[in-house]
T-cell receptor
Framework: AQKITQTQPGMFVQEKEAVTLDCTYD???????LFWYKQPSSGEMIFLIY??????QNATEGRYSLNFQKARKSANLVISASQLGDSAMYFC???????????????FGRGTSLIVHP | NAGVTQTPKFQVLKTGQSMTLQCAQD?????MSWYRQDPGMGLRLIHY???????DQGEVPNGYNVSRSTTEDFPLRLLSAAPSQTSVYFC???????????FGSGTRLTVV
């Protein structure tokens, strides 16, 4: 069975600084995918970024990048130039198997609360 | 294109009552899932479906039933509500050959 661990219940960062949110995972599958979602105080789940296990380059989406270290089984989210609107809960998630196969249903970590100070 | 629509947004039930949380998507997505979110627990999978007529249990299925008679709809039924089912419920869907899940806006359920 797969497992996602987010060890930081809460993080604080100064506006305009970069912040790293940690995520480690455990799976015996060779094919898997890693996601990050943002949940602002309004409650909706917003997809941020995805990394496939066979992708050699780290995924980037604007100010978000995923620091994928396969040997260490970590998939940390890096937010550059933090903004006040980045204050939210952040969830790491993983699905195993190919896009059209395997369990393809994401398992979520418990989340990290990020607060951006002005 | 409305995406994933969940109704109701808020609901208060008495212990022992039954109800159905509705989830509908208009994107012709094959895969649909129900999660519950509790403080400090992240999102936990209740049930999921990989197509019309096919459903399976997730991590916390007890006390919930689902069915998938059409591609568009995936209702979640609470058989006999208990205070432990107080939670925020999210429905999500995705295309077969796509990795990204689209979430509904959630249903906040309180069982008293």
């Amino acid at each position: 069975a797969q497992k996602i661990t987010q060890t930081q219940p809460g993080m604080f960062v100064q506006e305009k600084e970069a912040v790293t949110l940690d995520c480690t995972y455990d799976t015996s599958d060779q094919s898997y995918g890693l996601f990050w979602y943002k949940q602002p105080s309004s409650g909706e789940m917003i997809f941020l970024i995805y990394q496939g296990s066979y992708d050699e380059q780290n995924a980037t989406e604007g100010r978000y990048s995923l620091n994928f270290q396969k040997a260490r089984k970590s998939a940390n989210l890096v937010i550059s130039a933090s903004q006040l609107g980045d204050s939210a809960m952040y969830f790491c998630a993983m699905r195993v198997g190919g896009v059209s196969g395997g369990s393809y249903i994401p398992t979520f970590g418990r989340g990290t609360s990020l607060i951006v100070h002005p | 294109n409305a995406g994933v629509t969940q109704t109701p947004k808020f609901q208060v039930l008495k212990t022992g009552q039954s109800m159905t949380l509705q989830c509908a998507q208009d994107m012709n997505h094959e895969y649909m899932s129900w999660y519950r979110q509790d403080p400090g627990m992240g999102l936990r999978l209740i049930h999921y479906s990989v197509g019309a007529g096919i459903t399976d249990q997730g991590e916390v299925p007890n006390g919930y039933n689902v069915s998938r008679s059409t591609t568009e709809d995936f209702p979640l039924r609470l058989l006999s509500a208990a205070p432990s089912q107080t939670s925020v419920y999210f429905c999500a869907s995705k295309e077969r050959d796509n990795y990204g899940y689209t979430f509904g806006s959630g249903t906040r359920l309180t069982v008293v």
